[in-house]
């Protein structure tokens, strides 16, 4: 009987442990905010051109990983289209960073227009994202930065357009 309450204390205990330790990660990493300096990548786009992150500096950037494997990052574009029409001329800018294969993107877009630069980062991307937050290597992963470079928000999961205003609207205030 006293070595089935210990080995339930001991699972209880290492549960705990490791609860707290991926917390604490978690939390640092989000805590986080990144100067723009930091935020120096560049990735090709459709025509196999590098595009530098640098390019949309002083903008409120809305980077998001993404494959079209996976379901619930197909479901959030349709949204981040919207909201890059709405919000464009106010300083935004969404960046679409597939971690997929220049084919399987370009036959995506074949079926769905999306209006804002799209980089195939491939598996490579897989470092980049967790560079930038993503711990636990989920997809769809976004980060929101900004004018002044710093990352404001991290996204594991999808992004609804209700948390992308949260997050946008007072910094379109704070100009």
Known sequence: MNKKIILIVTCVAVIAIASGLFARQYFAAVGDRQPASQLNFSL???????????????????????ATWCPPCLREIPEFIKLQEE????????????????????????????????????????????????????LPFTVIVNQQGQIVHHQLGELTREKVLEVIVPLLTAK
Request: without cysteine.
């Open 44 to 66: 090709p786009d459709l025509a196999d051109k590098p595009q530098s992150v640098t390019q949309w500096q002083g903008k409120i950037l809305i980077i998001n990983f993404w």
């Open 87 to 138: 919000y464009k001329d106010k300083g935004l800018q969404f960046v679409g960073i597939a971690i997929d294969d220049k084919q399987a993107v370009e036959e995506y877009l074949k079926r769905i227009k999306i209006n804002y630069p799209v980089l195939i980062g491939g598996d490579g991307a897989t470092l980049l994202a967790q560079q930038l937050g993503n711990v636990i290597n989920t």
